[in-house]
């Protein structure tokens, strides 16, 4: 039987949040790209070409896309079984960028690794993938790489409670860039004050925030919070979602977190500083894709 090597590049791109002791809550947006090893099968294929982008962009997916990311030999996390059913408590109390959470399980992957990078990510989603190849294949190597942008950029973490899907998980994000377009002319200034505002940030919605009595978290969690957190919450159909974040780790915006009308909040902030101008400001929400909104 002839063997063989089989790629396909682009294949997804997984947008997610991990839990970084220097930098807290980081939203990144990563392509995938991939290489089987194996036997050609009685197709005189490796694998077809439909079932890897079908079933291996599933599998990516599931394991890690839209998700949090724990790495779980953090001296500074925490993971116990919420009084919810299916549901965790998550403390990260790394100093500066403590984070507080209560979710369901599925919003979390646990990765056994002292720190999430693109290596620790890697390897963890080769061995879920592998399980579930045909006997044929006997290697699969991933490439996991962020976009190559020209400019500025910020990572933001946030949760959709209206979605459907998966983005309702509380703390899911993504690393973009952003054209600010003032009086019809692009403006870098603009972009960079953009960008280092939501560096690393934590966008919650303002009629999701409550007060500490009200907030799900784990008894040690609360004993820990003090006047710099603030604290969210909402149901959404997989469950309750609960978080506290440091004030200055996080930004409350007027509006629901999609890239529609953050794009919106962003244009109407630049007009109240300068009303004098027009601004275009063209947001994207992780790998080639967004909104465009006017002011």
Not at 128 to 151: H, S, W
Not at 231 to 252: L, T
Request: charged residues 25%; glycine residues 6%.
């Amino acid at each position: 039987m002839k063997h063989m090597q089989l790629f396909v590049n682009d294949l997804t791109v997984i947008d997610f949040s991990y839990l970084c002791t220097e930098r807290g809550v980081v939203g990144e947006s990563w392509i995938v790209d991939v290489v089987l090893d194996g036997d050609l099968n009685a197709e005189s294929m490796v694998l077809d070409f439909g079932i890897v982008k079908k079933q291996i962009k599933a599998i990516i997916d599931e394991a890690v896309d839209h998700k949090l990311v724990l790495p779980m030999q953090d001296a500074n996390l925490c993971v116990q079984v919420s009084t919810r059913l299916n549901h965790l408590y998550v403390d990260f109390k790394a100093p500066g960028n403590e984070l507080y959470l209560q979710s369901p399980a599925q919003a979390f992957a646990q990765i056994d690794t002292h720190k999430i990078t693109e290596d620790s990510v890697t390897r963890y989603l080769e061995v879920v993938i592998k399980q579930e190849l045909p006997e044929n294949v006997q290697g699969i190597k991933l490439a996991l790489r962020p976009e190559k942008i020209d400019g500025e950029y910020y990572h933001y973490t946030h949760g959709l409670k209206k979605h459907d899907g998966n983005c309702q998980r509380i703390a899911h994000g993504h690393r973009s860039t952003i054209h600010i377009y003032k009086d019809d002319e692009r403006n870098s200034e603009l972009e960079a004050y953009w960008c280092d505002r939501w560096r690393d940030i934590y966008l919650a919605s303002d009629v999701d925030s409550i007060e500490f009595s009200d907030v799900e978290l784990s008894a040690t969690a609360k004993s820990f919070l003090n006047p710099d957190h603030q604290y969210f919450s909402y149901y959404a159909p997989q469950g309750r979602f609960d978080i506290g974040v440091r004030k200055e780790r996080s930004e409350v915006v007027d509006c629901d977190s999609t890239v529609e009308l953050l794009a919106d909040y962003i244009a109407r902030q630049l007009k109240t500083m300068h009303p004098e101008s027009r601004f275009k400001v063209v947001a994207f929400e992780g790998v080639g894709k967004g909104a465009i909104a006017s002011a």
